[in-house]
Structure formats: C-alpha cells, structure tokens
C-alpha cells in the first residue's frame, strides 16, 4: 500500500501557506533620501496610493516589503523584494513664470478693452438719445410756430444784446474742459489779420430788428448755446452750438461729458452782425455720429455731391439754404501745398474775397458751376480725415442761396457738376 498522507500534507500545507500569503498585508517603507537609508517611515498601501496618485509623496526611496510565513521573530526584516522609487519633484520651466505673466497682462488689456468699448458704445448711445430729444423738440418748436415768422414785437435790441452777451458766457455749468489744443488751433492768428468785411449789414433783411425765432427761443431753454440748426437730408440733422474751440469737443449738447461731442460754431464766429464767413467743426466718429458723413463726399465722389448738394442752415435769426462748390482735403501746415485758410472769417476787400473763392476751387476735388461773388455769404463744414491723420481736414465749402435763386437752381447748377 501506497502512504499518501504526507503527500496530501504537504498539498494542505502549500494550500494554507498561500492562503495566508494572500491575506499578509503589504506595506510600503518610504525613505527620504536616495540611498534608501535615511528618512525612513512605513506608510499603508492606500496612503502610498493617494500620495502618488495626487503627487504628495515627495520621497527619493520606496521599499516594497511582504512579511514571510515564518515566526515573528524570523521574518524581522526579511524582505520578498525590493523597489526604489524615486520621483522628483517637477522643476518648473524658465518660461513657465513668463507665460504667466503674459497671460495676467493679456487678460487686463482685454479686461481695459472691453470696458472701453462699452463705454464707448454707452457714450454713443446717450449722445445719440440726447440729439433725438433735442430734434424732436426743434421740429416740434418749428411746426408749432410755424407761420408765426419772426413776429417779435416785444423783443427789442438791446433784449437780443443781453441774450447775446449771456450766450457768450454760456449757462451751462462751468466745467474746465480736458486740456487739448483746439483742432484747429491757427483761426485766432488768420482771422485777426483781416477787418470787418464792409458789406455785411448789421441786421439780418427779413429781421431787421435781429429777433430770436421763437422756435430758437424754445430750444434754448435746453441750451442758451444753441444758435443754429445744421440739415443735409441723408447726412446730418443737429443743433449748432457756440461757446469756445474745446468744450463741444467733449460735451454733448447738454454739457455732459461725451467722447462724441457736438457741432459748434468756431469762437471767433459771431451771428451779429451779420457774419461774412460761418465755420462749423464736428468730430468724424466712427459711431456714426456727427460729422462722419461728410467723409462720404469724398468716398462716394460725385453722385453723392449731386444728390446731398443742398444744405439748409437756420440760425436762431434767419432760415437759409447753401450750395456746396467746393470739396477740399487741405494741409494745416502752411507750407504744405495743400494748405488753405478755411478758418479765415473776415475779409480786407473784394480782391482777398476772390483770391479766397479761386483758392478754393482749385484745391475742391469736384468743379461745381456755381458763381461766387464779394457779398456772397460762405459756410464751411469742417472734419477730421481719420484717427491716424491729425494734420489735414477734409472741408466743404458752401454759398447761400442768393434772393433771386431757388433750390431748383442750385440743383441744376450741381447736376453739372464734374471731376476736378
């Protein structure tokens, strides 16, 4: 007979030995340095587990130990095996705090950006609320006056002379305006260097008494700086103001603060008497507002000069229409060839009057058919040429309408109009 009891031992055995190797845990001793030797510390498998996983485990050495199955006292520090485990701590790149920085600037330009777009866009908004509710009102006035003329019995000239006076001053309050020069900063130092054109009347020939027009009258109660009323179907529909060379610059039509601005009338203009020469400055915004499509008389050439050649300028004295006969894109600089005196109000004599007009003509990108003569009244309507471009103004030059001539004269005078 064959013993198998001892075989079948020893199968139990190896059976239960393994079981128990199963069940013996498995812990990890982690040194701090890279010899294995220093630092150590046991830690359990998942705390092992969580400190790789998440990167915590900072240490240069990891000994994987399983105890043997053998008495305590002889497994004391045997060991299956041996791993060692060294991972560094990821150095940072010399770019990596660059980047950084970068990106943090990057992000406050477009943060700055985007709030000066909004505002930009806020600011279009309020100018554009605060020009509808002051058109409203104008065409309003009119309609409502309508008929009534300049019927002012009550208004006598030295009244018209105080309103003048307190318009000069201006009602609105006096807020000191960003220091700039005034874009046009050589009229002073042109206009001064001409008399009073003799021919000019010191009243208006259908208000002879120089009468505010009541609808004027109306608006003002808005703004005493109101003194015209500026309409090229298509092109613009505002208010004219008048106090200095800077304020309108930045303020809107009631004084507050607008990147937009206003028209207004040159500070060497006056309405009285009767002005030989009107100028009217307005930003070229590219909202749209203000002065922006006068661009398109030179974009747009010659049609768009024939279709929108008619301008109607009412001042707070007188209605009148104005022809264009001249476009022009002139030089600040004196001694750039392209320079032109648009800012010259007053005249010596017939003959400077003259070599003014013909100065004009020669420089306007279009020959417009339209006789202009000494005592006729010329109004100019000027704007920047673009952001990039501070030293040149693109410029139209207009003629009112004699009393013997009619729209339908000035249309035709325009349909002949051709390239220069």
Partial sequence: ???????????????????????????????????????????????????????????????????????????????????????????????????????????????????????????????????????????????DNNGEGNQSADFRSEDIKAEETASATGSLPAETATPSEPPYNAAASYASAFMPYPSMPPYYPDNVTNAIKLSFRQVRETNRDIVAWLTIDGVVDEAVVHRDNTFYLTHDYLGQKNANGALFMDEQCSLLPVPNHIVVYGHNMKTGAMFVRLILYKTKGLEYLKKHGIVTFNTMYEDAQYVVFAVMQVHLDPADRHFFNFFTLDFANDDSYKEYILRAKALSMYTVPVSVEPGDRLLSLVTCIGENNDDERLVLLLRKLRDTETERDAKTALDRATNN
């Fill in 1 to 143: 007979m064959i013993n198998t009891s001892n075989g079948k031992d020893k199968a139990n055995a190896s059976r239960e030995s393994d079981k128990h190797k199963r069940r013996t845990p498995v812990s990890y001793t982690v040194f701090t340095d890279r010899t294995g030797r220093a630092g150590k510390k046991a830690i359990g498998k998942g705390e092992f587990l969580r400190a790789f996983r998440f990167g915590n485990l900072r240490a240069h050495a990891v000994r994987l130990t399983r105890r043997k199955d053998k008495p305590a006292a002889e497994s004391k520090g045997a060991y299956d095996y041996v791993t060692q485990y060294s991972p560094r701590r990821k150095r940072k790149s010399p770019l990596q705090g660059r980047y950084t920085i970068l990106a943090v600037i990057c992000a406050a330009v477009f943060l700055v950006s985007a709030i000066m777009l909004i505002n930009y866009f806020l600011q279009y908004s309020s100018s554009t609320s605060v020009s509808n509710s002051l058109r409203n009102e104008y065409k309003n006035a009119e309609q």
